[in-house]
């Protein structure tokens, strides 16, 4: 008999690692020699590398802090055609294919991961996952064009076969590619089809004989190459056990990867014989597999009156309505999860924007500067940010940044930014100001320890002393600030560049010192103001910006900052906002004002 | 994992990675490729060639380069050749954030084009 599935004497192949990153070498290592060892082609060769570095990754991501007890085992066994690649470990539970299923998918704008798992499903050809003594379970299956030492089945001559009474009542059915199968394909092995059945859960302790009997007036059908059996909508009239290969059920369209797998010695299509309404899902035979159909009749007036057969039918019944209860209990439960998420990410974003000093609010007892701020945030969080604060008397530090990503990993990095920038700033040394530079230093310096996402900020920082009107000035690659001098336009500050924040741990900062006209307004805003885009995708740019400043300049900070924040989302349109904009201005009426 | 880059004419970075990008690999080199790719606006081709794995990590490490470019108006390409690295790119969609191209000299046309 042809065996598409495992024997258990199989030498299976054994690697037992510590749960540390050095192991995934191992792990790569032992399978390019099993894979050499087995003349696998280089391409399945790296689907099986891939596959493994990726859940053994996932491992060591999400079984807890490290142990001495926690052991991960791979068991590697092949069949013809086939790899089988087990991976145990004792962590924590992780189901691979839940966590995929809880998971936003991973795009151009998302947070950037989850893409592991994603390959898993893409480059093997299916997987299990099962929790059971303490063990995490996931087993891995790859078709592969090595292992080819099956030789061709020896041909067995039939003859007539007396036993074929019904061949037409299943065939013919169609193919993928819509021709269709001939009548009754049984072959000369499928006469030993009994034997082979004798061994199913659901014949168990039937004698052989009464089987046989049984089982030959069914069908046997060969499917060379992929077929569709079933769609939803059609009307069935029998149970396919498979023989071998294996057979498929796709819950949703034809193409969804979301598929059940029925494999040898399993069965369909017995809901829709019982019940007699059409089949709700799709059923599709791979290549090469060998199904017995078993109609209503004979199962209803044969089969199920044997009290075995008729407890291992229940049974397998049983199980499945219980998993699928399982199943919408667990969908349930990822829904639940959600909204709490969503909930979560609320109150998040009201969080976030209570730590941004109040815009309306700006210093009113200060008749020196007039200072207003606007931020529009393009999802539930954000990561761009503004301050401003007098760090005494006399100088006022203001700042505004954008932390590159989006979500809740960049609104937290934009809260550790927010917060060391405050304490930076407000330190003494000395009970003076500390340089502008050293404080983005320091605050650079912190931002790179603890930054395993490798997140980072632009930012442009300054200290504007009031009482001279010198502002010194930091641009760590963030956007020029603009500066509007009285009667004339507003222009870029020039100001010398700097890396941006949380990249590279020792670094200096230049700082840059320019003097304020008393009656200059100064703008700062982030990259999301001039990349803004129109509903024709063209983007806002500088010059729509200083056009815009320059139109609005003879009014106060709050006129100056909604002036801008009104043209970008007059021409932003309907189209989709994808970044945070965020806009500070501030005009020094001069030292002589107070 | 090793790097090295060199600038051709027209301002183009050509950055050319050495070596498998899994997990070690990435770690190896991901300071100094985030550094040299991101630090500033500007036009880079990420040479891909010899690269003969890539998992989730190095992909990410990839994806991130792209982004800060993109999102400051800066210009990237990656160099695959045909094959397994390459269908693993297109799993994750790197396609449709930036240009993949087969040769150097195609990816310097893609980039210098626009």
């Known amino acids: 008999m042809n065996r598409a599935t495992f024997p258990r004497a199989a030498s299976p192949q054994r690697l037992r690692i510590a749960p540390e990153p050095a192991s995934l070498r191992t792990v790569s290592d032992w399978l390019h020699a099993f894979a050499s060892a087995h003349s696998l082609s280089p391409d399945d060769t790296y689907r099986l590398d891939l596959c493994a570095g990726e859940l053994v990754t996932n491992i060591l991501d999400h079984s807890g ?23 145990l470990d004792t962590g924590r539970p992780f189901d691979p294919g839940e966590h995929l299923a809880t998971t936003p998918p991973p795009g151009p704008d998302a947070p950037p991961g989850g893409w592991g798992l994603r390959l898993v499903r893409r480059f093997s050809d299916g997987w299990e996952y099962e929790r059971a003594g303490g ?69 168990r302790g039937v004698p052989y004989a009464l089987l046989e009997q049984l089982l030959a007036k069914c069908v046997v059908a060969r499917f060379g ?22 057979l498929r059920v796709h819950l949703g369209t034809l193409d969804s990867r979301d598929h059940v797998p029925v494999d040898r010695g399993r069965f369909v299509g017995e809901l829709s014989v019982i019940d007699g309404d059409p089949v709700s899902a799709f059923v599709v035979a791979e290549a090469g597999t060998r199904v017995l159909l078993v109609d209503s009749q004979t199962l209803f007036t044969r089969l199920l009156p044997i009290e075995s057969v008729n407890r291992s039918f229940l049974r397998v019944l049983t199980a499945r309505v219980r998993r699928s209860s399982e199943r ?37 007892d200060r008749d020196d500067v007039d200072c207003a701020a606007a931020i529009r945030i393009a999802q539930e969080v954000g990561g761009d940010f503004y301050d401003v604060f007098f760090l005494d008397e006399r100088h006022l530090f203001l700042t505004i940044g954008d932390v590159c990503g989006k979500g809740l990993s960049a609104a937290l990095f934009m809260v550790r930014a927010l917060t060391l920038l405050r304490t930076e700033a407000t330190r003494r040394g000395g009970g003076r100001v500390a340089p ?26 300054a200290v504007l002393d009031t009482a001279t009107g010198r502002l010194s000035c930091v641009n760590a690659g963030h956007n020029p600030a603009l500066l509007g001098a009285p009667g004339q336009d507003f222009t870029p500050l020039d100001v010398a560049r700097n890396t941006v924040v949380g990249i590279l741990g020792d670094i200096g900062f230049r700082c840059t010192d320019v003097q304020l006209p008393p009656g200059s307004v100064l703008v700062l805003f982030t990259d999301g103001v001039t990349e803004a885009e129109s509903e024709t995708g063209e983007q806002f740019g500088s010059v729509r910006l200083l056009a815009t400043l320059d139109a609005a300049s003879g009014g106060s900070s709050t006129d100056v900052v909604h002036a801008a924040v ?21 005009r020094f009426r001069g030292a002589d004002s107070l | 994992m090793e790097m090295r880059h060199e600038t051709l004419e027209g301002e183009i970075t050509v950055v050319a990675l050495c070596g498998r990008l899994d997990l070690e690999g990435t770690q190896a080199v991901d300071q100094k490729f985030s550094f040299l790719t991101t630090s500033r606006t500007g036009r880079f081709l990420i040479d891909l060639t010899e690269v003969p794995y890539i998992a989730s990590i190095g992909i990410r490490m990839l994806l991130m380069t792209a982004r800060s470019q993109m999102q400051r108006g800066g210009r990237i390409a990656l160099v695959v050749p045909e094959g397994m690295s390459r269908q693993v790119l297109e799993t994750a969609g790197i396609g449709q954030v930036v240009p993949m191209c087969v040769d150097i000299d195609s990816a310097r046309d893609t980039i210098a084009a626009g």
């Open chain 1, 65 to 87: 802090a490290p142990s001495r007890d926690h052991l991960i085992e791979l068991v590697l066994s092949q069949g013809e055609r086939r790899v089988r690649l087990e991976i």
């Open chain 1, 135 to 203: 063990h995490n379970r996931t087993t891995l299956e790859f078709e592969v064009a090595g292992l080819a030492q099956a030789a061709s089945r020896p041909k067995v001559e039939r003859g007539p076969d007396r036993r074929q009474a019904f061949p037409e009542s299943h065939a013919p059915w169609r193919r993928a590619d819509g021709t269709a199968t001939g009548g009754n394909e049984r072959s000369g092995t499928d006469r030993r089809a009994a034997g082979v059945l004798a061994q199913f859960e659901m014949f």
């Open chain 1, 225 to 246: 190459t992929e077929t569709v059996l079933l769609r939803p909508g059609d009307r069935n009239d029998a149970i396919a056990f498979v023989l071998e290969g294996r």
């Open chain 1, 328 to 364: 919408i209990v667990e969908q349930l439960r990822a829904t639940l999860a959600l909204e709490q998420l969503q909930r979560d990410l609320r109150v998040a974003h009201d969080i976030q924007l209570g730590m941004l000093p109040n815009p309306e609010a700006f210093f009113p």
């Open chain 1, 436 to 461: 502008l530079a050293r404080i983005v230093e320091r605050v650079n310096r912190q931002l790179f320890e603890r930054n395993e996402a490798s997140l980072f900020v632009t930012l442009f920082c």
């Open chain 1, 566 to 586: 009104d043209a970008v989302v007059t021409f932003s349109g309907s189209a989709p906002r994808t970044d945070d904009i965020a806009v500070l201005a501030l």
